[in-house]
């Protein structure tokens, strides 16, 4: 995941390996067929709002 502006604070206020458990969900539930939105763009509000 590109860095937002936002990745500071996250990181400050979430458990240490958080996004490392997500990102192995959203590996299971990509793989098993087709979901919305695309995988690239799961956390796109993230990465394009300051």
């Known amino acids: 995941m590109q860095h937002s ?3 500071a604070l996250i ?3 979430l458990p ?3 996004f ?3 990102n192995a969900f959203l590996n299971e539930v990509y793989s098993t067929g ?3 939105p695309p995988r690239e763009k799961v956390f796109n509000a993230i ?3 300051p």
Request: charged share 20%; net charge neutral; glycine share 0%.
């Open 5 to 7: 502006t936002w990745h």
């Open 11 to 13: 990181k400050q206020e």
């Open 16 to 18: 240490e390996h958080y």
């Open 20 to 22: 490392a458990k997500i």
């Open 34 to 36: 087709t979901v919305y």
């Open 47 to 49: 990465q394009t709002t």
